[in-house]
């Protein structure tokens, strides 16, 4: 019985739920972006991933709501609405505290 306790653990521990592809309709320009007249260091900066990018332009930019910009990214309006208040956050912290922005892939 503990052989099988055991396989179930480890089987559990590595099974996890594979990474979501997301559709990204750009490739930004720019990547970086920093408060001018301040040198800022690797702690001094907040990294957005394209994903979180790409929420942010298709609901502020584009003007679509949750459920439109949830379907043109391939994901549903949950993992939408999570990518979007994360990169909210991370402006917001930025822009907040004179940190730079970094797109990361």
């Given at each position: 019985m503990?052989?099988?306790?055991?396989?179930?653990?480890?089987?559990?521990?590595?099974?996890?739920?594979?990474?979501?592809?997301?559709?990204?309709?750009?490739?930004?320009?720019?990547?970086?972006?920093?408060?001018?007249?301040?040198?800022?260091?690797?702690?001094?900066?907040?990294?957005?991933?394209?994903?979180?990018?790409?929420?942010?332009?298709?609901?502020?930019?584009?003007?679509l709501?949750?459920?439109?910009?949830?379907?043109?990214?391939?994901?549903?309006?949950?993992?939408?609405?999570?990518?979007?208040?994360?990169?909210?956050?991370?402006?917001?912290?930025?822009?907040?505290?004179?940190?730079?922005?970094?797109?990361?892939?």
């Amino acid at each position: 019985m503990s052989l099988l306790n055991n396989f179930t653990i480890n089987f559990q521990f590595f099974m996890t739920r594979p990474r979501c592809h997301y559709r990204i309709g750009y490739c930004p320009r720019f990547r970086d972006f920093r408060p001018e007249g301040k040198a800022c260091g690797p702690l001094d900066c907040v990294e957005l991933s394209e994903e979180e990018a790409e929420a942010l332009r298709l609901k502020n930019l584009k003007g679509l709501d949750q459920t439109q910009a949830a379907k043109a990214m391939g994901v549903s309006q949950s993992t939408f609405q999570r990518v979007l208040s994360g990169a909210y956050k991370k402006v917001t912290e930025a822009l907040i505290h004179g940190k730079a922005i970094k797109i990361v892939k």
